[in-house]
């Protein structure tokens, strides 16, 4: 099926280890954490972004930047509810720009600017090797292209920059609809970006299901009235933030999507 052909759409059933979510016409998946192993990605790139910064002659105090973005000090973990897990693109350089304001007296506009420049760069330098699919996600896109149910991705990162590294991995083609922050007036955990892939597929929020790795992505689904809200996190790290989750997942392998009998 052509993933933007939605005439074909069909309803399925979704089961994850045993419990069954039925009629399921349409899936909806954050990216970062869901999609995409988090670490290999945003934390290599914030580390591209402070040492541009200092290169520039404004470097930023590591120790409380990262505490402000939600980082462990060996840069190597991110708080699952700080600003660089949940975060937009816009919220983690509006915090460094703070930084090179409070520490360097930079006029705010010219913070702004030299964060936006070094954010950019270290946005070009992400390659194939920085972008791990969770485990099981391959199977799984495959499986829905199958059966003919569409996908959309609805991500805190920007549109472009989401779909470039979907692009990157090889699997942009598997999503009707790709949606960042900014397509959207109000970002997660408001309904908009959810109730915006769902026009876009042509399916009803009712008979749609949402995986992602934040309570802001599973908030934003609960208010849209979507089916169901399936969390991710990985495996031996605490999901109590996940409170809102119908269910609790480290990863895509045992979720199967088949067809009514």
Known sequence: MDPLDQTQTRASHI?????????????????????????PLWLGWLERVLTLLAQQGSPLPTAETLVTLGVTPDLKHCHPTGALAIGTLNDVRALLALGLYRHHGLPWNEAIQRVYLAAEQALQTIGPEHLAPMPGLLNLLA???????????????????????????????????????D???????????????????????????????????????????????????????????????????????????????
């Open 183 to 261: 397509a959207v007036a109000r970002g997660k955990p408001f309904p908009d970006m959810a109730l915006q892939a769902c026009r876009e597929l042509g399916v009803e929020p009712a008979q749609t299901l949402l995986f992602g790795d934040s309570n802001g992505d599973l908030r934003m689904a609960r208010a849209a009235g979507l089916a169901g809200a399936i969390g991710l996190y990985p495996q031996g790290r605490d999901s109590s933030h996940l409170r809102d989750a119908d269910r609790v997942i480290t990863d895509f392998t045992g979720v199967v999507v088949e067809a009514p009998t």
């Open 143 to 181: 499986q829905a292209r199958t059966l003919g149910i569409p996908l959309a991705v609805v991500t805190a990162d920007d549109t472009e920059s989401a779909r470039a590294q979907l692009a990157q991995l090889g699997v942009d083609n598997s999503f009707a609809a790709i949606l960042g922050h």
């Open 15 to 39: 089961r994850i280890d045993g419990q069954s979510f039925a009629d399921i016409q349409a899936i909806l998946f954050d990216k970062d954490g869901t999609l995409l192993v988090f670490e």
